[in-house]
């Protein structure tokens, strides 16, 4: 019987052993000789129209006799100089029919064959997507009116520029990386609400006028700071590197800031700014006495192109924004360019757009908090507590959509007390999809609406069914698609209320309620 069980014991053991020689077999033959579902595949840009078909065969022919699977197709362009004879225009008959050549070739050779989104890295737009379908932000006027008396008027009109905030326009970075000469982004603007608010019983505004301003150098527009113009600039001469240079306020008597507000011109002017990660600064700082300073914040170098900054209430005279010149930076490249070329020269000053203090509570960061920038961790930076006396009550806000006219005129009576009234809309944020070839470049579709969206889709694919036919050409071709592209912060209402959801407005002044 014992003899029995080790015979046992012993042929399962052999056969284990078969097995797993045979599995050590097939994994080294699948090592020596991958299948197609374990080979690379690669990424292939038709760079800026550079293409042929001897071109083509040639790759194709490497990719395969090197064990690459497949590829992704991507048509692009980085400063790219023309270097053939006939350049391919995106989605011209030449350009459609090497790429049903690539797609024949690539059949006959066993490789994968997969598309981008869209022309351009890692996005999903083009020039067949209209102003209308384009990616969208919100924008708002404000106005202060008293109440208990009738108000008609027309309310101020939004901005209607293409760019990430308010007024600011879209800076064109990737389009002058790819060479190409930056198209005028068109203007559009769509109402969606108006709401009014009524400020809190007894709130005062820092009259910003009444200080003497100075600075360490150039002759500063103190108007120009408090304007709510975040286009039109006063200038700060810069200090040699390491050193300081400021801009102060000195009032007659002290006064109380729990704020700032700031934001600089000529956006794209360095290559900090051309990637949205500049250094921070200026310091805001304070003094007693005009002589020794203690800095109560630092103006983030990331985040929306305004910052609004709240701090702990402070009194004195003197407030100062403390500019300290660094060290320059060595050369950087990205994406294989070096982008110092792509910035204005270096200036020998700051430019300043807006540079005001605020006696009343705000949102910390609203601007950040509101989705107009990413920004890694925003917990860090908490809203100061204020009393409910400073807050803007929620009984104290009405909806005022339903009595403005087509004209933007509005006409309220509004209860006792003085009110702010904010009429809110949408316009473009002015991306597009990029580095593609000017010919394949157009607004980026809004991500929010699904009709867009697959309009965007059917279209898109629909130009490559032409080009490859179907359904043979296609057979080999996969699609991907990856949306790595800016901010959005608005869907029109009609979608959110088609997909069970509710429109939200960005705390837009940055103010509290209770």
Same mark, same amino acid.
């Given at each position: 019987? #014992?003899?029995?069980?080790?015979?046992?014991?012993?042929?399962?053991?052999?056969?284990? +052993?078969?097995?797993?020689?045979?599995?050590? /077999?097939?994994?080294?033959?699948?090592?020596?000789? %991958?299948?197609? @579902?374990?080979?690379?595949?690669?990424?292939?840009?038709?760079?800026?129209?550079?293409?042929?078909?001897?071109?083509?065969?040639?790759?194709?022919?490497?990719? #395969?006799?090197?064990?690459?699977?497949?590829?992704?197709?991507?048509?692009?362009?980085?400063?790219?100089?023309?270097?053939?004879?006939?350049?391919?225009?995106?989605?011209?008959?030449?350009?459609?029919?090497?790429?049903?050549?690539?797609? *024949?070739?690539?059949?006959?050779?066993? !490789?994968?064959?997969?598309?981008?989104?869209?022309?351009?890295?890692?996005?999903?737009?083009?020039?067949?997507?209209?102003?209308?379908?384009?990616?969208?932000?919100?924008?708002?006027?404000?106005?202060?009116?008293?109440?208990?008396?009738?108000? &008609?008027?027309?309310?101020?009109?939004?901005?209607?520029?293409?760019?990430?905030?308010?007024?600011?326009?879209?800076?064109?970075?990737?389009?002058?990386?790819?060479?190409?000469?930056?198209? *005028?982004?068109?203007?559009?603007?769509?109402?969606?609400?108006?709401?009014?608010?009524?400020?809190?019983?007894?709130?005062?505004?820092?009259?910003?006028?009444?200080?003497?301003?100075?600075?360490?150098?150039?002759?500063?527009?103190?108007?120009?700071?408090?304007?709510?113009?975040?286009? #039109?600039?006063?200038?700060?001469?810069?200090?040699?590197?390491?050193?300081?240079?400021?801009?102060?306020?000195?009032?007659?008597?002290?006064?109380?800031?729990?704020?700032?507000?700031?934001?600089?011109?000529?956006?794209?002017?360095?290559?900090?700014?051309?990637?949205?990660?500049?250094?921070?600064?200026?310091?805001?700082?304070?003094?007693?006495?005009?002589?020794?300073?203690?800095?109560?914040?630092?103006?983030?170098?990331?985040?929306?192109?305004?910052?609004?900054?709240?701090?702990?209430?402070?009194?004195?005279?003197?407030?100062?924004?403390?500019?300290?010149?660094?060290?320059?930076?060595?050369?950087?490249?990205?994406?294989?360019?070096?982008?110092?070329?792509?910035?204005?020269?270096?200036?020998?000053?700051?430019?300043?757009?807006?540079?005001? !203090?605020? +006696?009343?509570?705000?949102?910390?960061?609203?601007?950040?908090?509101?989705?107009?920038?990413?920004?890694? /961790?925003?917990?860090?930076?908490?809203? %100061?507590?204020?009393?409910?006396?400073?807050?803007?009550?929620?009984?104290?806000?009405?909806?005022?959509?339903?009595?403005?006219?087509?004209?933007?005129?509005?006409?309220?009576?509004?209860?006792?007390?003085?009110?702010?009234?904010?009429?809110?809309?949408?316009? !473009?944020?002015?991306?597009?999809?990029? %580095?593609? +070839?000017?010919?394949?470049?157009?607004?980026?579709?809004?991500?929010?609406?699904?009709?867009?969206?697959?309009?965007?889709?059917?279209?898109?694919?629909?130009?490559?069914?032409?080009?490859?036919?179907?359904? &043979?050409?296609?057979?080999?071709?996969?699609?991907?698609?990856?949306?790595?592209?800016?901010?959005?912060?608005?869907?029109?209402?009609?979608?959110?209320?088609?997909?069970?959801?509710?429109? @939200?407005?960005?705390?837009?002044?940055?103010?509290?309620?209770?």
């Amino acid at each position: 019987m #014992k003899s029995l069980l080790n015979l046992r014991v012993l042929g399962t053991v052999v056969l284990l +052993s078969v097995c797993v020689l045979g599995q050590q /077999d097939k994994l080294e033959q699948n090592f020596k000789n %991958p299948p197609d @579902s374990a080979k690379p595949r690669v990424w292939w840009h038709w760079m800026n129209g550079n293409i042929t078909k001897e071109g083509i065969k040639l790759d194709l022919e490497w990719m #395969k006799r090197v064990g690459i699977g497949g590829f992704q197709n991507f048509d692009a362009a980085l400063n790219t100089p023309k270097l053939v004879d006939n350049r391919l225009v995106y989605m011209t008959p030449e350009w459609k029919d090497a790429f049903k050549y690539a797609t *024949t070739l690539a059949d006959k050779l066993g !490789l994968e064959e997969a598309i981008a989104g869209s022309p351009g890295w890692s996005e999903s737009g083009g020039p067949w997507v209209k102003p209308s379908q384009g990616m969208k932000k919100f924008v708002w006027s404000e106005m202060t009116v008293e109440g208990g008396r009738q108000f &008609v008027g027309a309310l101020p009109k939004p901005p209607s520029v293409s760019g990430p905030f308010q007024e600011i326009p879209i800076f064109p970075r990737l389009a002058i990386m790819s060479g190409e000469t930056p198209k *005028t982004p068109p203007a559009f603007y769509t109402d969606t609400a108006v709401i009014a608010y009524r400020l809190p019983e007894g709130e005062t505004v820092l009259d910003q006028s009444q200080a003497k301003v100075t600075s360490s150098g150039s002759s500063v527009d103190p108007l120009i700071l408090a304007d709510d113009d975040l286009i #039109k600039t006063t200038p700060l001469t810069r200090a040699p590197v390491g050193q300081e240079a400021w801009l102060q306020f000195e009032f007659s008597t002290p006064q109380t800031v729990r704020g700032v507000i700031f934001a600089k011109g000529s956006f794209g002017s360095n290559v900090d700014d051309l990637f949205g990660r500049g250094l921070p600064g200026p310091d805001i700082q304070v003094s007693d006495d005009g002589q020794s300073f203690r800095k109560l914040v630092t103006i983030p170098g990331d985040g929306a192109a305004q910052h609004t900054l709240s701090f702990p209430p402070v009194t004195a005279r003197f407030f100062r924004a403390s500019f300290v010149t660094p060290q320059p930076t060595p050369p950087r490249r990205e994406f294989d360019v070096q982008v110092d070329r792509l910035a204005a020269p270096p200036s020998n000053e700051y430019k300043i757009a807006e540079l005001k !203090l605020l +006696s009343t509570p705000r949102v910390n960061r609203f601007e950040d908090k509101a989705g107009f920038a990413p920004v890694r /961790d925003l917990i860090p930076f908490p809203t %100061p507590p204020a009393g409910d006396q400073e807050a803007v009550a929620k009984t104290d806000i009405v909806d005022l959509t339903s009595k403005m006219g087509a004209d933007g005129t509005l006409e309220w009576t509004p209860p006792p007390g003085r009110w702010t009234v904010l009429r809110f809309g949408y316009s !473009l944020t002015g991306v597009t999809n990029h %580095p593609a +070839s000017p010919e394949g470049t157009g607004p980026e579709v809004d991500k929010l609406s699904r009709v867009d969206v697959k309009q965007y889709m059917e279209t898109y694919l629909d130009s490559y069914k032409s080009a490859v036919g179907d359904p &043979v050409g296609m057979k080999t071709m996969a699609f991907f698609v990856s949306t790595v592209i800016s901010p959005q912060l608005f869907a029109p209402p009609s979608y959110c209320h088609a997909s069970g959801g509710h429109v @939200s407005y960005p705390n837009s002044p940055g103010r509290g309620m209770v």
